[in-house]
């Protein structure tokens, strides 16, 4: 690697704070020994997150709520919307179930914000071995500030325009449009 490679990737352009809003998804549940089900934690697990992937950078956490994304509402989309607009980073990054990430990240996308959002998620919950939600995390970590405004969605080593990706759940992954 050249040492303008090396200097490029060694610090972001902007370094800018980053708004985590954590409202639940698969992320975030839990195994249940006595069920076999997997639920939530009384609290997230962002912040395990963080310390392990040992980011060094400002990075503030706003709980909204902990769903499974089947549950989320119209309300809980305008919650996450209200989040979005008084918070004062410009980039932000979601965590969220993926069946319905792609609506949430539509319905975000079509208010226009003037911002750079990332809604992210797992397949397996970080809880459990071989959870995808860490590689996705810093996934979307590692792009946030090369990105242009607009909604994104961070999945499988991907990041996905908003309005050109679907969850293709006959393989478990997320794809562009143009793949279907």
Request: glycine share 6%.
């Amino acid at each position: 690697m050249n040492q303008d490679c090396k200097n490029l990737w060694a610090s972001s352009p902007t370094n800018n704070p980053i708004n985590i809003i954590i409202t639940g998804g698969t992320i975030d549940k839990k195994y249940n020994m006595l069920t076999g089900e997997v639920d939530f934690n009384q609290t997230s697990y962002i912040p395990q997150i963080l310390t392990q992937s040992r980011v060094d950078r400002d990075i503030q956490t706003t709980t909204l709520f902990l769903k499974d994304s089947l549950d989320i509402t119209l309300q809980d989309r305008e919650d996450i919307l209200k989040a979005i607009k008084i918070s004062t980073t410009k980039h932000i990054i979601i965590t969220h179930g993926t069946d319905t990430m792609v609506e949430s990240a539509k319905y975000i996308s079509s208010y226009n914000i003037n911002k750079v959002i990332i809604l992210i998620g797992a397949m397996i919950p970080y809880s459990i071995n071989h959870s995808d939600g860490l590689f996705n995390f810093g996934t979307a970590i590692g792009a946030v500030d090369y990105l242009d405004n607009g909604v994104y969605i961070a999945m499988n080593g991907k990041i996905f325009n908003s309005n050109n990706v679907y969850k293709n759940r006959e393989i478990g992954i997320f794809n562009t449009t143009k793949q279907r």
